[in-house]
Structures are given as structure tokens and as C-alpha cells.
């Protein structure tokens, strides 16, 4: 499958329909997510990258929430370039 010109959303279409389909490939989806993707897609995905497949049931149903936006310390002051403000300096006018 060609992924060039694929959005998020009509990849994971995609990856639906063929496992609803394709028992084999629902299975290899399950056992082996990352593989199975790889494979699918053409694609490598990073070995830092983790990715769980869930099958809904009767009992079970799955909310994924997307990321939280909020950004920790570290990040602010990584975004600063590390500038922190000194206690002695207060309300500086240029």
C-alpha cells in the first residue's frame, strides 16, 4: 500500500477494513503489531515507538485520548533556551 499521499485517518480505514477482512492479517495485527504494520505500509517504525492494537467486544470498549497539550517545566525551559528567571531580577522595562 502506497502511504504517500494517505491521511492518518484513511490509513487506520485501511488497516480496519483489511483486518475485518483478512483473518490472517487481523491475527499477525494482534500478535505483532509493529511487524505487521511494517509490513503492511512499507514502512520502519522506530523501535522507541509502541503501538497496541485492542479489539472491541460487547464488554469491552476503548476511548483514545489524544495527547496532553499542557507542557511540563522541562519543556517550558526548553522552549525559553533554557532562560530561567533569576530571583533577583523582578519586572525588567527594556
Known sequence: ?????????????????????????????????????????????????????HEESEETAHLVLPPDSKLSESDLRAVAGGFERHPGFYNINW
Open 1 to 53: 500500500m502506497s502511504t504517500e499521499t494517505k491521511t492518518v485517518d484513511e490509513l487506520r480505514g485501511h488497516l480496519v477494513d483489511k483486518a475485518t477482512g483478512d483473518a490472517e492479517f487481523r491475527a499477525r495485527l494482534i500478535g505483532d503489531p509493529k511487524g505487521a504494520l511494517e509490513q503492511e505500509l512499507g514502512v520502519a517504525i522506530p523501535a522507541s515507538m509502541s503501538i497496541e492494537v
